[in-house]
């Protein structure tokens, strides 16, 4: 048997409900009485570990739908999206799709949302730093350079739209938080998060200052980044959700025209 053919059937061992392969099991220096048994206690230690990881990067989710079906879905995922790579906790990036069609909690549409929330948590509080631009930095361009000046989002950022209350369901399932039953389920809401000094924070954006954020992560000079967002919110203040981004250190240093 060749060397990834192997890790491929341990591999679905490991992650697979279910008998032990034979073939796989004549292949272990045990004596052939505790293979099993001793296969068995390295699979139940694999599948523990990936379901701690995803019990850490979803804990409202695990609140939301109890332990024992959180528990029920992890292991369903583990099995149909095994990691793809050595990182755990870049493991689960497609939770969030997976509840959609995780049929015992059809009956909480607005649960995937929630789990997409919560990946971006964890996205930003293992992203790589950036250098974060300044007010200061801003205020030497010249004025006459200003519409054209391209301005990044940190790595360290991330924003998303949802036809859902997800900030206030996430809010309510925090210490001291609102309690759940005084979310109007009817609104929408979109997110910024982002980390500050280790720390990851979170807060409502308006329809504007999420096409504003959109239109920074393309790198549009910065005329057009105002533009798009007072089209999609003629009321928008774009001067202030520039200063308060600048102050969260949320942008990066700019890329000159050259």
Same mark, same amino acid.
């Given at each position: 048997m060749r060397l990834a053919e192997w890790q491929t059937r341990m591999r679905d061992t490991l992650l697979e409900p279910g008998g032990f392969d034979p073939a796989l099991l004549a292949l @272990? $220096?045990?004596?052939p =009485?505790? *293979?099993? *048994? *001793?296969? &068995? %206690?390295?699979?139940n230690n694999v599948r523990h570990a990936l @379901?701690? %990881?995803? /019990? $850490? $990067?979803?804990?409202v989710i695990r609140q939301l739908i109890g332990a024992e079906c959180f528990t029920a879905a992890v292991l369903t995922f583990i099995t149909e999206h095994p990691p793809q790579a050595p990182v755990l906790y870049a493991y689960s990036p497609d939770f969030a799709d997976f509840l959609t069609h995780f049929c015992p909690v059809a009956e909480l549409p607005w649960l995937a949302d929630v789990a997409r929330l919560e990946w971006a948590r964890n996205e930003a509080l293992f992203a790589a730093e950036s250098a974060a631009l300044t007010p200061a930095q801003l205020a030497t361009v010249p004025p006459e350079e200003l519409g054209d000046l391209r301005i990044k989002v940190r790595p360290t950022t991330r924003w998303?739209? +949802?036809v859902w209350p997800i900030h206030a369901i996430? &809010?309510? =399932?925090?210490?001291?938080?609102?309690?759940?039953e005084t979310v109007d389920l009817c609104q929408a809401e979109s997110v910024m998060i982002w980390r500050r000094n280790g720390v990851v924070r979170q807060g409502?954006?308006?329809a504007g200052e999420c096409a504003l954020l959109t239109a920074f992560a393309a790198q549009r000079p910065l005329a057009e980044v105002a533009e798009s967002g007072l089209e999609s919110d003629p009321t928008l203040d774009f001067s202030a959700a520039l200063a308060r981004? @600048? +102050? /969260?250190? %949320? @942008?990066e240093a700019p890329i000159m025209n050259a």
């Open positions: @272990l $220096a045990d004596p =009485h505790q *293979r099993e *048994r *001793r296969l &068995a %206690v390295y699979r @379901l701690s %990881v995803l /019990e $850490a $990067a979803f804990p998303l739209a +949802s996430w &809010a309510a =399932h925090q210490p001291n938080g609102p309690p759940l409502l954006l308006t981004w @600048l +102050s /969260e250190r %949320v @942008l």
